[in-house]
């Protein structure tokens, strides 16, 4: 490998999914981009589990150099969760590679690898500016069925709707398609306890501190089983105890990025963005209790 090679690292954080991963440790084994390793760490907290996850993964580890398993050296940290594991998976990746995330259950296309990079460097330019870019994804089911060619049409979601009001409103950023350097992981990391999910603070990091880009590919087949902790599932009218949630949720985020500015945008912004109740002679109401919470 020369010196001018770009080189990948993936990180892997599992949890109780042993069910799936063969099939995405192979899809990534056969990439047609061959410069990358797999930094991977078990979170399962059964024995069962946790052997079956291992056993997988030395499937291809015994093989293939590039599959390397974190959670022996990590053991002694206990139960992490997402966040904190990607948080370790990231103080242990190199300093000079370009970083992408995935989950257990999914598969990757053979080119993904390569035709992220390539689009990444393009967008990165020389200086090498702090950078977090992002795909489509197609959605299948358990068996690898098609549901649906593209996750934002079937989710009704815009990609390009990514301004940081609308990001703090909806996070259009799914983690398993994206795509950092070492300027924006030096930027996000390590990330704040109170993070509600990585990819969202990535995303939102990038749009207020760096650059964060839509690249019109679909590098991801997003599996959705019974087991899914957040998938493609079609969206609902809320109730107010979920909008509530999410009213908190918004809050922190919105401190998180912005700790010297609490009222980033204006009140008459957030609940423009928030509310499409259908239910007319609600709205009204809903929109003045919730609208209030944001800034109490």
């Known amino acids: 490998m020369n010196k001018n090679t770009k080189f990948v690292e993936i990180l892997l954080p599992c949890f109780e999914n042993g069910h799936y991963l063969r099939e995405l440790l192979s899809s990534i084994q056969q990439q047609t981009y061959p410069h990358f390793r797999l930094l991977m760490r078990d979170d399962t907290t059964s024995a069962m589990g946790a052997e079956k996850i291992s056993a997988i993964f030395h499937e291809f580890s015994y093989h293939d ?4 398993n974190l959670t022996e050296k990590s053991k002694h940290l206990g139960r992490l969760g997402v966040n904190e594991n990607f948080n370790y998976l990231l103080s242990q990746s190199s300093s000079d590679t370009y970083l992408m995330f995935c989950d257990g259950d999914d598969v990757w296309p053979k080119d993904k690898v390569e035709k992220t990079l390539n689009s990444f460097l393009l967008h990165e330019g020389k200086e090498k500016r702090p950078l977090l870019t992002y ?3 197609v959605v299948v089911d358990e ?3 098609l549901i649906a060619k593209s996750f934002f049409s079937h989710m009704k979601i815009n990609p390009l709707q990514n301004s940081l009001e609308d990001l703090l409103i909806t996070n259009v950023v799914t983690g398993n398609t994206v795509m950092i350097n ?5 930027l996000v990391h390590p ?3 109170q993070v509600i999910m990585y990819d969202w603070y990535m995303a939102l990091m990038a749009k207020k501190h760096a650059s964060l880009v839509f ?4 590098t991801t087949l997003y599996r959705q089983h019974q087991d899914n902790k957040v998938g493609a599932k079609k969206r609902t009218h809320k109730k107010i105890s979920s909008i509530k949630s999410k009213i908190k949720e918004i809050k922190t985020m919105n401190l998180l990025i912005n700790k010297e500015e609490k009222n980033f ?3 008459k912004v957030l609940i423009k ?3 499409s109740f259908r239910d007319k002679k609600q709205k009204a109401k809903k929109m003045a209790l919730l609208g209030g919470m944001i800034f109490q």
């Open 182 to 186: 070492q300027p924006l992981k030096n």
């Open 135 to 137: 795909t489509d994804l």
């Open 65 to 68: 150099s590039r599959f390397i």
């Open 265 to 267: 945008f204006s009140k």
């Open 215 to 218: 690249l019109p590919l679909k």
């Open 273 to 275: 963005k928030i509310f």
């Open 191 to 193: 990330f704040p306890s």
């Open 143 to 145: 068996k690898m069925n």
